[in-house]
């Protein structure tokens, strides 16, 4: 199995390592020097990199994919983890509610029909990210890779806590309702392609429900569910292996990898040479990504900064 062949690597540069934070940093410095994991894309010309806040997004959706108290939350109609019916869900290991700006709900919340797409609020309360290469709609958005599905969905004000929702995931079909008065249903749908609801999990986290699950095969949805009107498959942006793009991206990659190794060897050097200096590279390097920095989400680049 390709997991054994890739355990029997990652074992080697632990045991290399010694610890958990050490192995993190020789997987992410491998990534810094040799992706553009850490590019943040400028503009939809910039053909590399990801937008802001995707890199974090990828990086949580990760750990959620391994975390055994999301594995919990697994929802299938067919395991142990829920009733014969498919209708419930079992709660949140832990329920992280967070102070956020209120927003606007639909008084009627007991309408079984999806909203239709609108172009006027939905965009204020979705991220890009939200619904990249997917959709945005009022109450919910999608967005997706080759390989998997990410589904946000606005819960009402009296309806954001995990043991107040009946939460329903199958292979074809998605049911979000309240566990009280189940006639109110939030978000319902058949799905306009399979999934592996065996392997999906969700969280709650501030008045959003997200779902997330592998799509049963690698394939581009036109839309999420039945019904719903298709995307423009034109601005659709696919991932692929570095080895599949392009040579000049390639090119572009690999330029961005040699300007990195230099940086670092020339950072190297500082600190050995002029202890002074390498601490104001350190402090710049704290404030680089503050909060307020118009540096922000941008490569460690101190070239770039005036410094006496």
């Avoid at 080697?12 to 993190?24: A, H, N, S, V, Y």
Wanted: proline share 5%; charged share 30%; aromatic share 6%.
């Amino acid at each position: 199995m390709d997991f054994q062949r890739n355990d029997a690597m990652l074992m080697e540069i632990l045991q290399d390592r010694k610890t958990i934070t050490g192995f993190l940093d020789s997987i992410f410095g491998f990534l810094r020097r040799n992706t553009d994991f850490y590019h943040t894309k400028r503009d939809e010309s910039d053909k590399i990199g990801f937008p802001k806040g995707m890199r974090d997004q990828i990086l949580y959706g990760a750990m959620q994919r391994y975390d055994p108290d999301c594995l919990l939350q697994t929802m299938t109609a067919d395991g142990g983890a829920l009733g014969d019916d498919g209708e419930t869900a079992p709660p949140a290991i832990e329920e992280v509610v967070l102070e956020s700006e209120d927003l606007s709900q639909k008084e009627d919340n007991s309408s079984k029909k999806n909203l239709p797409p609108q172009k006027s609020n939905e965009e204020t309360m979705f991220s890009p990210s939200d619904y990249k290469n997917g959709a945005v709609f009022e109450t919910h958005s999608w967005s997706q890779t080759l390989k998997d599905l990410d589904v946000h969905i606005l819960l009402p004000k009296d309806l954001q806590a995990a043991k107040k929702l009946n939460i329903s995931i199958k292979a074809q079909h998605m049911k979000v309702s309240s566990k009280q008065s189940p006639e109110v249903i939030i978000l319902e749908g058949n799905l306009s392609q399979r999934i592996k609801h065996n392997e999906a999990v969700w969280t709650i986290d501030q008045n959003r429900l997200l779902i997330s699950c592998d799509k049963s095969k690698e394939q581009w949805w036109e839309r999420l569910f039945e019904g719903d009107p298709e995307i423009d498959a034109k601005k659709i942006e696919c991932e692929r292996y570095i080895d599949d793009l392009p040579e000049d991206t390639q090119a572009t990659i690999e330029k961005l990898r040699v300007q990195q190794l230099a940086a670092d060897k020339e950072q190297n050097e500082i600190q050995t040479s002029n202890p002074e200096q390498a601490k104001t590279l350190d402090r710049l390097r704290t404030a680089w990504d503050a909060e307020g920095s118009p540096f922000k989400g941008q490569p460690f680049d101190p070239s770039i900064v005036r410094m006496s």
